[in-house]
């Protein structure tokens, strides 16, 4: 059964910040949250994962709420490239369980 | 950069042919994996592996087998493939325990059965 809920769609126009939510309010103390994406005909790509602390890597921001019961991932100046799924997923630390992937955010970046 | 290569990108086989997927890492990861993707399903887990010679069933293995001889190579074997099993495979790997940093996937062997 999926842990996150995320909308099946998003708009985002070149050069602005991509906001893409994601609802998860059965997580665990010890569930991470983790963020990938899938452009067309590739597999899937790591992009950033958390515990609770707000995290920043060279692709993207992951803002986790104090409650943990939602995120937000952030694309500070979207490209068209960035067009693409996108899955965020909780799952324990380590290789303990499996990547379960729910049906992500289709993001449109658009001129 | 891990590299996760699968050695078919597209591939078109016969109803009851036996097919071979292989999928090859090469950073020494401990866990591989193989998912199918179908439009409006997302991806499935079909099998995964945690060791060399260990197999362990995901969602979907029915239809299915797999093989890992070695360290680096994960293989997914269709016994007799059939025209449901068309769908695009990713094979994933991933480093065991707390340096794990999540999977890398290959580009996907898109699979049609005729």
């Known amino acids: 059964d999926a842990k996150t809920t995320q909308p099946p769609s998003m708009d985002c126009a070149e050069g602005r910040a991509a906001n893409l939510p994601c609802n998860h309010s059965?997580?665990?103390?010890?569930?991470?949250v983790y963020w990938y994406r899938q452009i067309h005909s590739q597999g899937p790509q790591y992009i950033i994962h958390g515990l609770k602390n707000n995290e920043t890597n060279e692709m993207a921001s992951l803002i986790i709420t104090e409650d943990r019961k939602s995120s937000t991932l952030i694309l500070p100046h979207a490209t068209l490239r960035d067009t693409a799924v996108y899955y965020c997923i909780v799952k324990g630390r380590g290789s303990q369980g499996n990547l379960i992937f729910g049906k992500g955010t289709k993001l449109s970046v658009k001129p | 950069d891990v590299k996760v290569t699968q050695s078919s990108r597209y591939l078109v086989k016969r109803t009851g042919e036996k097919v071979f997927l292989e999928c090859v890492q090469d950073?020494?990861?401990?866990?591989m994996f193989w998912y199918r993707q179908d439009p409006g399903l997302g991806l499935r887990l079909i099998y995964f592996?945690?060791?060399?010679?260990?197999?362990e069933k995901g969602d979907i293995p029915e239809g299915y087998s797999v093989s890992r001889e070695k360290k680096e190579r994960f293989s997914l074997i269709l016994e007799s493939a059939s025209t449901n099993q068309t769908s695009m495979y990713l094979c994933?790997?991933?480093?065991?325990?707390?340096?794990?940093?999540?999977?890398?996937f290959g580009s996907g062997t898109r699979l049609t059965v005729v």
């Open positions: 592996s945690y060791d060399v010679k260990m197999k």
């Open positions: 950073m020494d990861h401990e866990n």
């Open positions: 059965t997580i665990s103390g010890n569930e991470y």
């Open positions: 994933a790997s991933s480093l065991e325990g707390t340096s794990w940093r999540g999977y890398t």
